[in-house]
């Protein structure tokens, strides 16, 4: 593993553990092992880096995604892949959850670029869109409908990562929020 990604596996961990703002970069570097001024070099702030973390898992979790979404085809089917996915991703990625959860309500989601969130957000947003067209789904803003399934999908891991489920219990959980899900926009 290179410096730069041995910095941002130790920011994880202590962002996870710590928060954002009891974890200073010097601790991340002598954490990793790596001096601070190299630290410094690959990420120039602090913010730097909190930013690059998020971009990169956020990227990690869309490619897990929507390698499942290429091998559905209806409408519904799209939609719940998507929220299943989201879901199992999140469990199997705990810390990387936690962190994405914990950027997402602080200030420094304000700190990525318009285009960047666009270009995360906006294959669902357009799912959301197709499905409104074709009077799949009620009429709703698309980003309501997005931050809709995102809160769901944050508040079922919440549950599921507080109990001790099986794999089965886990996934019939997992079906039947997504059906609560389903019958509040369908049309």
Known sequence: MDKREKLLETALELFVSQGFND??????????????????YFFPTKDDLIVSLYLKLKGHAAESINAALAEVKSTKAIIQSYYEESLKWSLRNPSEFLFLAQFSNSPYLKKVGADKISAQITPVLQLFSSAVEEQKIADIDVNLL?????NQVFG????????????????????DTFAMFWKMIER
Do not use: D
């Open 23 to 40: 974890t200073p970069t010097s601790k991340i570097a002598k954490e990793a092992g790596i001096a601070t001024g190299t630290l410094f």
């Open 146 to 150: 997005y931050a809709l399934i995102s």
């Open 156 to 175: 079922v891991n919440q549950y599921l990562s507080s109990n001790k489920f099986t794999k089965k219990e886990q996934h019939s959980i997992i079906l």
